[in-house]
Nanobody, 122 residues
């Protein structure tokens, strides 16, 4: 199992950028697809972005396409979420997740981080 620790959240004004980091421990990180999810107050957790084990494929929810970018650095066992042009509706707790397979389609994540709060104000 992969242990995940997120960082980089904060309170920011609309329009600025933030980069979230997720440090992973465990031997399987390099062979695992990784993802970011978020949960806003009163709403269900939703998918934000995912990246395959080798970084070859990525996917995003429509509301963040063109603004967010997911990447990974296997040498550092870290996955990132670069968030640009933040909007108040991006306010949520952001969770890092590790999938049980090399690709993210067809199966839910097997490991979750504790989450990091992102709050965007006008």
């Amino acid at each position: 199992q992969v242990q995940l620790v997120e960082s980089g959240g904060g309170l920011v004004q609309a329009g600025v950028s933030l980069r979230l980091s997720c440090a992973a421990s465990g031997r399987t990180f390099s062979y695992s697809a990784m993802g970011w999810f978020r949960q806003a107050p009163g709403k269900e957790r939703e998918f934000v972005a995912a990246i395959s084990w080798n970084g070859g494929t990525t996917d995003y929810t429509d509301s963040v396409k063109g603004r967010f970018s997911i990447s990974r650095d296997d040498a550092k066992n870290t996955v990132y979420l670069q968030m640009n042009s933040l909007k108040p509706e991006d306010t949520a707790v952001y969770y890092c997740a590790a999938y049980r397979s090399r690709y993210y389609s067809g199966s839910p994540p097997g490991s979750w981080g504790q989450g990091t709060q992102v709050t965007v104000f006008l």
